[in-house]
């Protein structure tokens, strides 16, 4: 049974930071590509940042570029979202995503979920 389950969101000050985790089970985490995606309230669905499966290489999104950065463990099965300089507008639930092989930017290639993690930026 794969799970992802997210953990580190909360409330926080526009201008500071959350480190957000995601622990992964029940795959080969060396296969799957990770994202980071993030839906608030009214909008869709939108891509955040994504890891290539060794870790190598990574994509992020114009609006949290120089802000925001992703990284992973391989030994701990973890993904991980450093945000920082943190804005109202990065309010949203902030959802972890494996695919397989390659990263991508679109929700819909990614084949599991987490339930999602709340980050509230307060202005």
């Known amino acids: 049974q794969v799970q992802l389950v997210e953990s580190g969101g909360g409330l926080v000050q526009a201008g500071g930071s959350l480190r957000l985790a995601c622990e992964v089970s029940?795959?080969?985490?060396?296969?799957?590509?990770m994202g980071w995606f993030r839906q608030a309230p009214g909008k869709e669905r939108e891509f955040a940042a994504a890891i290539s499966r060794s870790g190598g290489s990574f994509l992020l999104a114009d609006s949290v570029k120089g802000r925001f950065t992703i990284s992973r463990d391989s030994a701990k099965k973890m993904v991980y979202l450093q945000m920082n300089s943190l804005k109202a507008d990065d309010t949203a639930v902030y959802y972890c995503?494996?695919?397989?092989?390659?990263?991508?930017?679109?929700?819909?290639?990614?084949?599991?979920w987490g339930q999602g993690t709340q980050v509230t930026v307060s202005s």
């Open positions: 029940g795959l080969t985490f060396s296969q799957y590509a």
């Open positions: 995503a494996a695919r397989q092989f390659l990263a991508t930017t679109r929700a819909y290639d990614y084949s599991y």
